[in-house]
Protein backbone atom coordinates (compact mmCIF):
# COMPACT_ATOMS: atom_id res chain seq x y z
CA UNK A 1 0.00 0.00 0.00
CA UNK A 2 1.32 3.19 -0.89
CA UNK A 3 1.44 6.33 1.85
CA UNK A 4 -0.35 9.67 1.56
CA UNK A 5 1.70 12.67 0.59
CA UNK A 6 1.38 14.85 3.32
CA UNK A 7 2.86 18.18 2.01
CA UNK A 8 4.77 19.86 -0.96
CA UNK A 9 8.43 18.74 -0.25
CA UNK A 10 7.92 16.31 -3.41
CA UNK A 11 6.40 18.37 -5.49
CA UNK A 12 7.22 19.69 -8.84
CA UNK A 13 5.41 22.11 -11.37
CA UNK A 14 6.41 21.78 -14.97
CA UNK A 15 5.98 25.52 -16.61
CA UNK A 16 4.19 24.29 -19.51
CA UNK A 17 1.34 22.87 -16.43
CA UNK A 18 1.07 26.79 -16.10
CA UNK A 19 2.01 27.83 -19.72
CA UNK A 20 0.77 31.20 -19.93
CA UNK A 21 3.36 32.68 -17.22
CA UNK A 22 6.45 33.48 -18.10
CA UNK A 23 9.64 32.11 -16.00
CA UNK A 24 9.00 34.60 -13.31
CA UNK A 25 5.93 34.47 -12.66
CA UNK A 26 6.05 30.34 -12.14
CA UNK A 27 8.67 31.18 -10.02
CA UNK A 28 7.47 33.34 -8.07
CA UNK A 29 4.47 32.04 -8.09
CA UNK A 30 5.53 28.33 -7.37
CA UNK A 31 7.30 29.71 -4.42
CA UNK A 32 4.43 31.29 -2.63
CA UNK A 33 2.66 27.96 -2.97
CA UNK A 34 5.34 26.17 -0.90
CA UNK A 35 6.06 24.13 -4.07
CA UNK A 36 9.70 23.08 -4.10
CA UNK A 37 10.70 21.64 -7.51
CA UNK A 38 10.46 23.34 -11.14
CA UNK A 39 10.91 21.78 -14.59
CA UNK A 40 11.60 24.40 -16.85
CA UNK A 41 10.06 23.95 -20.32
CA UNK A 42 12.74 25.27 -23.32
CA UNK A 43 10.12 27.80 -24.84
CA UNK A 44 10.06 29.27 -21.41
CA UNK A 45 13.60 29.89 -21.00
CA UNK A 46 13.87 31.45 -24.39
CA UNK A 47 12.95 34.69 -23.55
CA UNK A 48 16.22 35.58 -20.79
CA UNK A 49 18.86 33.15 -22.07
CA UNK A 50 20.05 30.36 -20.28
CA UNK A 51 22.06 32.62 -18.01
CA UNK A 52 19.30 35.58 -17.18
CA UNK A 53 16.85 32.31 -16.48
CA UNK A 54 19.87 30.56 -14.52
CA UNK A 55 20.17 33.59 -12.48
CA UNK A 56 16.32 33.71 -11.98
CA UNK A 57 16.24 30.12 -10.74
CA UNK A 58 19.31 30.45 -8.65
CA UNK A 59 17.83 33.47 -6.88
CA UNK A 60 14.82 31.06 -6.04
CA UNK A 61 14.47 28.44 -3.79
CA UNK A 62 13.06 26.25 -5.93
CA UNK A 63 15.29 22.98 -7.22
CA UNK A 64 15.39 22.65 -11.19
CA UNK A 65 14.66 19.03 -11.11
CA UNK A 66 14.65 18.55 -15.00
CA UNK A 67 14.52 20.59 -18.70
CA UNK A 68 12.22 19.43 -21.25
CA UNK A 69 13.02 18.78 -23.40
CA UNK A 70 15.74 17.20 -25.76
CA UNK A 71 15.37 14.08 -28.35
CA UNK A 72 13.87 14.61 -31.95
CA UNK A 73 16.39 12.24 -33.01
CA UNK A 74 14.55 10.61 -35.85
CA UNK A 75 15.14 12.23 -39.92
CA UNK A 76 14.99 11.43 -43.54
CA UNK A 77 18.63 12.39 -44.33
CA UNK A 78 21.79 11.81 -42.42
CA UNK A 79 22.23 15.67 -42.28
CA UNK A 80 19.02 16.24 -40.44
CA UNK A 81 19.97 13.16 -37.73
CA UNK A 82 23.40 15.13 -37.71
CA UNK A 83 21.23 18.17 -37.09
CA UNK A 84 19.48 16.51 -34.11
CA UNK A 85 22.24 15.35 -32.54
CA UNK A 86 24.24 18.78 -32.32
CA UNK A 87 20.98 20.11 -31.26
CA UNK A 88 20.87 17.70 -28.45
CA UNK A 89 24.63 18.69 -27.27
CA UNK A 90 23.30 22.69 -27.53
CA UNK A 91 20.74 21.32 -25.33
CA UNK A 92 22.66 19.54 -22.87
CA UNK A 93 24.91 22.91 -22.50
CA UNK A 94 21.50 24.54 -21.61
CA UNK A 95 20.88 22.28 -19.22
CA UNK A 96 24.21 22.73 -17.51
CA UNK A 97 24.33 26.51 -17.76
CA UNK A 98 20.81 26.16 -15.97
CA UNK A 99 21.69 23.95 -12.96
CA UNK A 100 19.48 21.21 -14.54
CA UNK A 101 20.64 18.03 -13.74
CA UNK A 102 18.60 16.02 -16.15
CA UNK A 103 17.13 16.08 -19.50
CA UNK A 104 13.63 14.72 -20.45
CA UNK A 105 13.61 13.13 -23.60
CA UNK A 106 10.93 13.30 -26.54
CA UNK A 107 12.45 10.81 -28.48
CA UNK A 108 10.81 11.74 -31.58
CA UNK A 109 9.00 10.31 -35.06
CA UNK A 110 8.72 11.45 -38.36
CA UNK A 111 5.34 10.46 -40.81
CA UNK A 112 6.82 8.76 -43.37
CA UNK A 113 10.02 7.11 -41.65
CA UNK A 114 9.56 3.43 -40.59
CA UNK A 115 9.02 3.02 -36.93
CA UNK A 116 11.88 0.68 -36.70
CA UNK A 117 13.78 3.09 -38.60
CA UNK A 118 13.14 5.92 -36.38
CA UNK A 119 13.84 3.61 -33.26
CA UNK A 120 17.19 3.08 -34.64
CA UNK A 121 17.97 6.82 -35.53
CA UNK A 122 17.01 7.14 -31.42
CA UNK A 123 19.11 4.49 -30.59
CA UNK A 124 21.81 5.83 -32.48
CA UNK A 125 21.51 9.36 -31.75
CA UNK A 126 21.42 9.01 -27.64
CA UNK A 127 24.71 6.63 -28.29
CA UNK A 128 26.44 9.52 -29.98
CA UNK A 129 24.86 12.78 -27.50
CA UNK A 130 25.90 10.60 -24.44
CA UNK A 131 29.22 11.46 -23.96
CA UNK A 132 28.40 15.06 -24.06
CA UNK A 133 25.85 14.25 -21.12
CA UNK A 134 27.75 12.49 -18.78
CA UNK A 135 31.02 15.25 -19.40
CA UNK A 136 28.35 18.04 -18.66
CA UNK A 137 27.32 16.19 -15.65
CA UNK A 138 24.03 15.89 -17.44
CA UNK A 139 21.57 12.55 -17.10
CA UNK A 140 19.30 12.16 -20.28
CA UNK A 141 16.02 10.50 -19.74
CA UNK A 142 14.21 8.67 -22.01
CA UNK A 143 10.26 9.39 -21.80
CA UNK A 144 8.03 6.64 -23.39
CA UNK A 145 5.38 8.66 -25.22
CA UNK A 146 1.97 6.99 -25.55
CA UNK A 147 1.11 5.42 -28.60
CA UNK A 148 -0.85 7.71 -30.09
CA UNK A 149 2.30 10.05 -30.80
CA UNK A 150 3.82 6.99 -33.01
CA UNK A 151 3.49 9.19 -35.99
CA UNK A 152 4.95 12.49 -34.94
CA UNK A 153 6.65 12.70 -31.19
CA UNK A 154 8.06 9.63 -30.38
CA UNK A 155 8.94 6.05 -31.64
CA UNK A 156 9.40 4.83 -28.04
CA UNK A 157 5.80 3.99 -27.08
CA UNK A 158 6.17 1.41 -23.83
CA UNK A 159 8.66 1.28 -20.95
CA UNK A 160 9.93 -2.14 -22.21
CA UNK A 161 11.34 -0.26 -25.22
CA UNK A 162 12.63 2.79 -23.31
CA UNK A 163 14.81 -0.08 -20.83
CA UNK A 164 15.51 -2.11 -23.68
CA UNK A 165 17.57 1.49 -24.98
CA UNK A 166 18.77 1.57 -21.48
CA UNK A 167 20.37 -1.62 -21.30
CA UNK A 168 21.77 -1.43 -24.41
CA UNK A 169 23.77 1.39 -23.85
CA UNK A 170 24.19 0.78 -20.63
CA UNK A 171 25.18 3.91 -18.95
CA UNK A 172 24.60 6.10 -15.95
CA UNK A 173 23.93 8.59 -17.29
CA UNK A 174 20.67 7.34 -19.13
CA UNK A 175 17.74 6.23 -17.48
CA UNK A 176 14.15 6.47 -18.17
CA UNK A 177 11.03 8.46 -17.44
CA UNK A 178 7.91 7.15 -16.54
CA UNK A 179 4.47 9.35 -16.82
CA UNK A 180 1.48 8.04 -15.87
CA UNK A 181 -0.55 9.58 -19.02
CA UNK A 182 1.72 7.52 -21.46
CA UNK A 183 2.09 4.20 -19.75
CA UNK A 184 -1.31 3.52 -17.52
CA UNK A 185 -2.80 1.17 -20.25
CA UNK A 186 0.26 -1.12 -20.69
CA UNK A 187 -0.37 -4.41 -19.39
CA UNK A 188 3.80 -4.76 -18.84
CA UNK A 189 3.59 -1.69 -17.16
CA UNK A 190 4.44 -2.91 -13.64
CA UNK A 191 6.81 -5.22 -14.27
CA UNK A 192 8.72 -3.22 -16.54
CA UNK A 193 8.74 -0.32 -13.40
CA UNK A 194 10.48 -3.23 -11.46
CA UNK A 195 13.08 -3.77 -14.34
CA UNK A 196 13.94 -0.31 -14.51
CA UNK A 197 14.80 0.15 -11.24
CA UNK A 198 17.29 2.36 -10.71
CA UNK A 199 17.28 3.52 -13.83
CA UNK A 200 14.14 5.51 -12.90
CA UNK A 201 14.76 9.52 -13.63
CA UNK A 202 11.72 11.12 -13.02
CA UNK A 203 8.06 10.16 -12.71
CA UNK A 204 5.16 12.50 -14.03
CA UNK A 205 1.59 13.12 -13.32
CA UNK A 206 -1.87 13.95 -15.12
CA UNK A 207 -4.82 12.13 -15.86
CA UNK A 208 -6.90 10.68 -18.76
CA UNK A 209 -10.40 11.86 -19.36
CA UNK A 210 -13.13 10.34 -20.79
CA UNK A 211 -14.06 11.63 -23.21
CA UNK A 212 -10.27 13.16 -24.07
CA UNK A 213 -11.20 15.85 -26.98
CA UNK A 214 -7.92 16.65 -27.98
CA UNK A 215 -5.08 14.07 -28.44
CA UNK A 216 -2.56 16.70 -26.83
CA UNK A 217 -4.13 19.29 -25.06
CA UNK A 218 -6.74 17.67 -22.90
CA UNK A 219 -4.86 16.03 -20.07
CA UNK A 220 -6.82 16.03 -16.83
CA UNK A 221 -5.90 17.39 -13.40
CA UNK A 222 -5.20 14.29 -10.67
CA UNK A 223 -8.31 12.35 -9.63
CA UNK A 224 -10.47 13.87 -12.64
CA UNK A 225 -9.68 10.68 -14.62
CA UNK A 226 -8.90 7.06 -14.25
CA UNK A 227 -5.85 6.82 -13.76
CA UNK A 228 -5.12 4.68 -10.99
CA UNK A 229 -1.90 7.06 -10.12
CA UNK A 230 -1.54 6.04 -6.66
CA UNK A 231 -0.83 2.96 -7.82
CA UNK A 232 1.85 3.27 -9.79
CA UNK A 233 3.45 5.59 -7.47
CA UNK A 234 3.54 2.65 -5.51
CA UNK A 235 5.74 0.56 -8.02
CA UNK A 236 7.65 3.24 -8.65
CA UNK A 237 8.95 3.62 -5.19
CA UNK A 238 8.88 0.00 -4.73
CA UNK A 239 11.73 0.22 -8.05
CA UNK A 240 13.67 2.47 -5.01
CA UNK A 241 12.59 6.12 -6.80
CA UNK A 242 11.87 9.11 -4.21
CA UNK A 243 12.36 11.99 -6.16
CA UNK A 244 10.07 14.68 -7.43
CA UNK A 245 6.72 14.26 -8.22
CA UNK A 246 5.95 16.18 -11.33
CA UNK A 247 2.75 17.65 -12.43
CA UNK A 248 2.85 18.11 -16.15
CA UNK A 249 -0.89 19.06 -17.72
CA UNK A 250 -1.43 20.00 -21.14
CA UNK A 251 -4.69 21.59 -20.98
CA UNK A 252 -6.67 24.26 -23.05
CA UNK A 253 -8.97 23.98 -20.75
CA UNK A 254 -6.62 24.91 -17.70
CA UNK A 255 -4.71 27.48 -19.75
CA UNK A 256 -7.68 29.40 -20.06
CA UNK A 257 -7.83 29.71 -16.26
CA UNK A 258 -6.34 31.90 -13.40
CA UNK A 259 -3.21 30.43 -13.20
CA UNK A 260 -2.85 30.47 -9.71
CA UNK A 261 -6.36 28.89 -9.11
CA UNK A 262 -5.05 26.31 -11.14
CA UNK A 263 -2.11 25.67 -8.87
CA UNK A 264 -4.17 25.66 -5.78
CA UNK A 265 -6.21 23.18 -7.35
CA UNK A 266 -3.10 20.91 -8.26
CA UNK A 267 -1.61 20.84 -4.87
CA UNK A 268 -5.18 19.21 -3.70
CA UNK A 269 -5.20 17.15 -6.10
CA UNK A 270 -1.57 16.39 -5.33
CA UNK A 271 -2.45 15.48 -1.88
CA UNK A 272 -5.72 13.75 -2.27
CA UNK A 273 -5.27 11.32 -5.57
CA UNK A 274 -1.41 11.57 -5.75
CA UNK B 1 8.10 -9.00 -50.17
CA UNK B 2 3.96 -8.48 -50.87
CA UNK B 3 2.35 -8.94 -54.21
CA UNK B 4 0.16 -5.67 -55.57
CA UNK B 5 -3.50 -6.48 -55.01
CA UNK B 6 -4.55 -7.34 -58.34
CA UNK B 7 -8.58 -7.23 -58.13
CA UNK B 8 -11.51 -6.50 -55.19
CA UNK B 9 -11.89 -10.60 -54.83
CA UNK B 10 -10.63 -9.86 -51.53
CA UNK B 11 -12.06 -6.44 -50.56
CA UNK B 12 -14.67 -6.12 -47.84
CA UNK B 13 -16.54 -3.18 -46.65
CA UNK B 14 -17.65 -2.28 -43.13
CA UNK B 15 -21.26 -0.80 -43.12
CA UNK B 16 -20.08 1.60 -40.45
CA UNK B 17 -17.19 2.99 -43.33
CA UNK B 18 -20.54 4.66 -45.35
CA UNK B 19 -22.39 4.94 -42.27
CA UNK B 20 -24.89 7.46 -43.79
CA UNK B 21 -26.18 4.85 -45.89
CA UNK B 22 -28.77 2.04 -44.70
CA UNK B 23 -28.08 -1.62 -45.00
CA UNK B 24 -29.94 -2.07 -48.58
CA UNK B 25 -28.18 0.74 -49.95
CA UNK B 26 -24.89 -0.33 -48.72
CA UNK B 27 -25.54 -3.87 -50.13
CA UNK B 28 -26.78 -2.98 -53.69
CA UNK B 29 -23.27 0.00 -53.59
CA UNK B 30 -21.19 -2.57 -52.82
CA UNK B 31 -22.25 -4.93 -55.31
CA UNK B 32 -22.25 -2.17 -58.12
CA UNK B 33 -18.79 -1.21 -57.74
CA UNK B 34 -17.75 -5.05 -57.67
CA UNK B 35 -16.60 -5.63 -54.03
CA UNK B 36 -17.15 -9.16 -52.56
CA UNK B 37 -17.62 -8.54 -49.19
CA UNK B 38 -19.74 -6.97 -46.05
CA UNK B 39 -18.70 -6.78 -42.28
CA UNK B 40 -22.21 -5.44 -40.83
CA UNK B 41 -22.73 -3.27 -37.84
CA UNK B 42 -25.22 -4.35 -35.73
CA UNK B 43 -27.55 -0.77 -36.20
CA UNK B 44 -27.18 -1.29 -39.96
CA UNK B 45 -29.72 -3.79 -39.15
CA UNK B 46 -31.71 -2.56 -36.31
CA UNK B 47 -34.13 -1.21 -38.72
CA UNK B 48 -34.56 -4.60 -40.87
CA UNK B 49 -34.73 -7.52 -37.86
CA UNK B 50 -32.29 -10.13 -38.12
CA UNK B 51 -34.29 -11.86 -40.59
CA UNK B 52 -35.18 -8.80 -42.53
CA UNK B 53 -31.14 -7.93 -42.83
CA UNK B 54 -30.54 -11.98 -43.42
CA UNK B 55 -33.03 -11.71 -46.65
CA UNK B 56 -31.62 -8.35 -47.75
CA UNK B 57 -27.89 -10.19 -48.14
CA UNK B 58 -28.68 -13.05 -48.84
CA UNK B 59 -30.78 -12.05 -51.88
CA UNK B 60 -26.81 -10.01 -52.83
CA UNK B 61 -23.96 -11.67 -53.77
CA UNK B 62 -21.72 -10.46 -50.92
CA UNK B 63 -20.47 -12.91 -48.49
CA UNK B 64 -21.38 -11.85 -45.04
CA UNK B 65 -17.72 -11.36 -43.80
CA UNK B 66 -18.48 -10.74 -39.64
CA UNK B 67 -20.84 -8.92 -38.07
CA UNK B 68 -19.42 -5.98 -35.64
CA UNK B 69 -19.68 -5.49 -32.56
CA UNK B 70 -19.71 -8.24 -29.51
CA UNK B 71 -18.01 -7.52 -26.23
CA UNK B 72 -17.75 -4.47 -23.60
CA UNK B 73 -17.93 -7.74 -20.79
CA UNK B 74 -16.32 -5.28 -18.03
CA UNK B 75 -18.97 -3.99 -15.56
CA UNK B 76 -18.68 -3.00 -11.88
CA UNK B 77 -21.36 -5.20 -10.52
CA UNK B 78 -21.91 -8.86 -11.13
CA UNK B 79 -25.73 -8.24 -12.45
CA UNK B 80 -24.07 -6.15 -15.04
CA UNK B 81 -21.66 -8.37 -16.08
CA UNK B 82 -24.49 -11.26 -16.38
CA UNK B 83 -26.48 -8.57 -18.44
CA UNK B 84 -22.85 -8.39 -21.04
CA UNK B 85 -23.00 -11.88 -21.05
CA UNK B 86 -26.87 -12.45 -22.16
CA UNK B 87 -26.38 -9.33 -24.64
CA UNK B 88 -23.34 -11.43 -25.73
CA UNK B 89 -25.48 -14.64 -26.62
CA UNK B 90 -27.67 -12.75 -28.56
CA UNK B 91 -25.69 -11.36 -30.67
CA UNK B 92 -24.28 -15.02 -31.00
CA UNK B 93 -27.55 -15.93 -32.03
CA UNK B 94 -28.02 -12.93 -34.93
CA UNK B 95 -24.99 -13.61 -36.00
CA UNK B 96 -26.29 -16.98 -37.10
CA UNK B 97 -29.21 -15.45 -38.16
CA UNK B 98 -27.64 -13.87 -40.37
CA UNK B 99 -25.39 -16.25 -41.93
CA UNK B 100 -22.11 -14.45 -40.57
CA UNK B 101 -19.52 -16.54 -39.67
CA UNK B 102 -17.81 -14.54 -37.09
CA UNK B 103 -18.09 -12.19 -34.62
CA UNK B 104 -15.61 -9.30 -33.57
CA UNK B 105 -15.13 -8.20 -30.46
CA UNK B 106 -14.52 -4.93 -28.76
CA UNK B 107 -13.85 -6.76 -25.56
CA UNK B 108 -14.61 -3.23 -23.11
CA UNK B 109 -13.19 -1.42 -20.56
CA UNK B 110 -15.14 1.31 -17.98
CA UNK B 111 -13.56 4.60 -16.52
CA UNK B 112 -12.79 3.59 -12.75
CA UNK B 113 -12.48 -0.34 -13.17
CA UNK B 114 -8.94 -1.11 -12.93
CA UNK B 115 -7.58 -2.45 -16.31
CA UNK B 116 -6.55 -5.74 -14.66
CA UNK B 117 -9.81 -6.10 -13.12
CA UNK B 118 -11.63 -5.53 -16.51
CA UNK B 119 -9.03 -7.30 -18.21
CA UNK B 120 -10.24 -10.72 -15.91
CA UNK B 121 -14.30 -9.58 -16.65
CA UNK B 122 -13.33 -9.92 -20.68
CA UNK B 123 -11.88 -13.08 -20.01
CA UNK B 124 -14.26 -14.68 -18.11
CA UNK B 125 -16.90 -13.09 -20.07
CA UNK B 126 -15.40 -14.53 -23.25
CA UNK B 127 -15.04 -18.41 -21.49
CA UNK B 128 -18.58 -17.83 -20.48
CA UNK B 129 -20.33 -17.30 -23.86
CA UNK B 130 -17.65 -19.27 -26.19
CA UNK B 131 -20.22 -22.62 -25.38
CA UNK B 132 -23.18 -20.45 -27.07
CA UNK B 133 -20.45 -19.57 -30.15
CA UNK B 134 -19.45 -23.26 -30.81
CA UNK B 135 -23.25 -24.72 -30.63
CA UNK B 136 -24.07 -21.57 -33.20
CA UNK B 137 -21.22 -22.33 -35.24
CA UNK B 138 -20.01 -18.85 -35.06
CA UNK B 139 -16.58 -17.52 -34.58
CA UNK B 140 -15.84 -14.71 -31.71
CA UNK B 141 -12.51 -12.82 -32.52
CA UNK B 142 -10.79 -10.41 -30.01
CA UNK B 143 -9.60 -7.10 -31.57
CA UNK B 144 -6.73 -5.77 -29.47
CA UNK B 145 -7.51 -1.78 -29.70
CA UNK B 146 -4.99 1.32 -29.83
CA UNK B 147 -4.31 2.01 -26.04
CA UNK B 148 -6.21 5.82 -26.54
CA UNK B 149 -9.31 3.70 -26.02
CA UNK B 150 -8.40 2.00 -22.91
CA UNK B 151 -10.38 3.84 -20.93
CA UNK B 152 -13.73 3.23 -22.58
CA UNK B 153 -13.62 1.03 -25.33
CA UNK B 154 -11.30 -1.98 -24.85
CA UNK B 155 -9.04 -2.91 -22.69
CA UNK B 156 -7.41 -5.58 -24.53
CA UNK B 157 -4.67 -3.15 -25.98
CA UNK B 158 -1.66 -5.12 -27.86
CA UNK B 159 -2.32 -8.41 -30.04
CA UNK B 160 0.19 -10.43 -27.07
CA UNK B 161 -2.94 -9.86 -24.53
CA UNK B 162 -5.09 -11.20 -27.49
CA UNK B 163 -3.06 -13.95 -27.78
CA UNK B 164 -2.53 -14.64 -24.58
CA UNK B 165 -5.97 -14.72 -24.16
CA UNK B 166 -6.56 -17.00 -27.21
CA UNK B 167 -4.02 -19.15 -25.67
CA UNK B 168 -5.44 -19.44 -22.17
CA UNK B 169 -8.95 -20.14 -23.11
CA UNK B 170 -7.90 -22.41 -26.40
CA UNK B 171 -10.65 -23.02 -28.50
CA UNK B 172 -10.81 -23.44 -32.17
CA UNK B 173 -14.07 -20.96 -31.95
CA UNK B 174 -11.70 -18.14 -30.55
CA UNK B 175 -9.19 -15.93 -32.62
CA UNK B 176 -8.03 -12.64 -33.12
CA UNK B 177 -8.22 -10.06 -35.25
CA UNK B 178 -5.60 -7.87 -36.58
CA UNK B 179 -6.73 -3.69 -37.05
CA UNK B 180 -3.63 -1.73 -38.86
CA UNK B 181 -5.01 1.11 -36.57
CA UNK B 182 -4.83 -0.31 -33.29
CA UNK B 183 -1.57 -1.95 -33.66
CA UNK B 184 0.60 -0.74 -36.33
CA UNK B 185 3.01 0.97 -33.43
CA UNK B 186 3.91 -2.16 -31.43
CA UNK B 187 7.20 -3.07 -31.10
CA UNK B 188 5.63 -6.67 -31.22
CA UNK B 189 3.63 -6.45 -33.52
CA UNK B 190 5.21 -8.74 -36.14
CA UNK B 191 6.49 -11.31 -33.87
CA UNK B 192 2.90 -11.22 -32.10
CA UNK B 193 1.24 -11.61 -35.64
CA UNK B 194 3.53 -14.75 -36.54
CA UNK B 195 2.37 -16.43 -33.32
CA UNK B 196 -1.09 -15.89 -33.77
CA UNK B 197 -0.80 -17.87 -37.14
CA UNK B 198 -4.27 -19.52 -37.94
CA UNK B 199 -6.03 -17.72 -35.00
CA UNK B 200 -6.30 -14.46 -36.92
CA UNK B 201 -9.87 -14.32 -38.18
CA UNK B 202 -10.20 -11.27 -39.73
CA UNK B 203 -8.05 -8.47 -40.90
CA UNK B 204 -9.22 -4.38 -41.30
CA UNK B 205 -7.16 -1.58 -42.56
CA UNK B 206 -7.55 2.07 -43.03
CA UNK B 207 -4.74 4.95 -42.16
CA UNK B 208 -3.21 6.83 -39.04
CA UNK B 209 -3.60 10.50 -40.03
CA UNK B 210 -0.88 13.34 -38.46
CA UNK B 211 -2.66 15.25 -36.77
CA UNK B 212 -5.69 12.97 -35.79
CA UNK B 213 -7.93 15.57 -35.04
CA UNK B 214 -10.52 13.13 -33.00
CA UNK B 215 -9.71 9.87 -31.45
CA UNK B 216 -12.75 8.32 -32.84
CA UNK B 217 -13.57 9.73 -36.19
CA UNK B 218 -10.86 10.92 -38.35
CA UNK B 219 -9.25 7.59 -39.65
CA UNK B 220 -7.71 8.08 -42.99
CA UNK B 221 -8.08 6.36 -46.38
CA UNK B 222 -5.55 3.97 -47.00
CA UNK B 223 -1.94 5.50 -48.08
CA UNK B 224 -3.09 9.22 -46.82
CA UNK B 225 -1.58 8.18 -43.47
CA UNK B 226 1.72 6.81 -41.92
CA UNK B 227 1.17 3.09 -41.52
CA UNK B 228 3.18 0.49 -43.64
CA UNK B 229 0.03 -1.31 -44.15
CA UNK B 230 1.43 -3.43 -47.13
CA UNK B 231 4.06 -4.98 -44.66
CA UNK B 232 1.53 -6.14 -42.42
CA UNK B 233 -0.30 -7.58 -44.71
CA UNK B 234 2.47 -9.28 -45.82
CA UNK B 235 2.93 -10.50 -41.75
CA UNK B 236 -0.29 -11.60 -41.51
CA UNK B 237 -0.49 -13.36 -45.04
CA UNK B 238 2.85 -15.07 -43.90
CA UNK B 239 1.12 -16.12 -40.88
CA UNK B 240 -1.28 -18.06 -42.96
CA UNK B 241 -4.59 -15.71 -43.33
CA UNK B 242 -5.78 -15.37 -47.16
CA UNK B 243 -8.90 -13.97 -46.15
CA UNK B 244 -10.80 -10.86 -46.77
CA UNK B 245 -9.07 -7.38 -46.11
CA UNK B 246 -11.26 -5.59 -44.55
CA UNK B 247 -11.89 -1.50 -44.50
CA UNK B 248 -13.36 0.29 -41.84
CA UNK B 249 -13.14 3.72 -41.35
CA UNK B 250 -14.80 5.91 -39.05
CA UNK B 251 -14.55 9.52 -39.90
CA UNK B 252 -17.05 12.55 -39.91
CA UNK B 253 -15.22 14.12 -42.96
CA UNK B 254 -15.70 11.21 -45.17
CA UNK B 255 -18.91 10.48 -43.62
CA UNK B 256 -20.15 14.21 -45.05
CA UNK B 257 -18.58 13.00 -48.63
CA UNK B 258 -21.09 11.70 -51.69
CA UNK B 259 -20.47 7.53 -50.31
CA UNK B 260 -20.55 6.86 -53.68
CA UNK B 261 -17.40 9.14 -54.20
CA UNK B 262 -16.03 7.61 -50.90
CA UNK B 263 -16.30 3.69 -52.14
CA UNK B 264 -14.36 4.97 -55.43
CA UNK B 265 -11.38 6.70 -53.33
CA UNK B 266 -11.60 3.48 -51.09
CA UNK B 267 -11.18 1.19 -54.62
CA UNK B 268 -8.38 3.01 -55.76
CA UNK B 269 -6.61 3.17 -51.98
CA UNK B 270 -6.96 -0.51 -52.33
CA UNK B 271 -4.85 -1.16 -55.39
CA UNK B 272 -2.09 1.25 -54.54
CA UNK B 273 -1.95 0.91 -51.04
CA UNK B 274 -3.05 -1.95 -49.37
Known amino acids: MTTK ?15 PWSLEEAVHAYEKAGIKGITVWRHHIEPYGAVGAARILG ?17 SSAEGRQRARDENRRIIDEAAALGAPLIVLVCG ?28 SVKLSIEPLHPMYAADRSAVNTMEQANNMVAALSSPWLGVTVDVYHTWWDPMLKSEIGRAGKNIFSFHVCDWRTPTRD ?5 GIMGEGCIDIRSIRGWVEQAGFHGFIEVEIFSD ?11 ERIQQAYLTSV
Chains 1, 2 share one sequence.
Open 5 to 19: LLDYSRLCLHTMTTK
Open 59 to 75: DSGLRVVSLCRGGFFPA
Open 109 to 136: AVPGIPLADARQHILDGIASVLPHAQAA
Open 215 to 219: LLNDR
Open 253 to 263: QFWAWDQSKLV
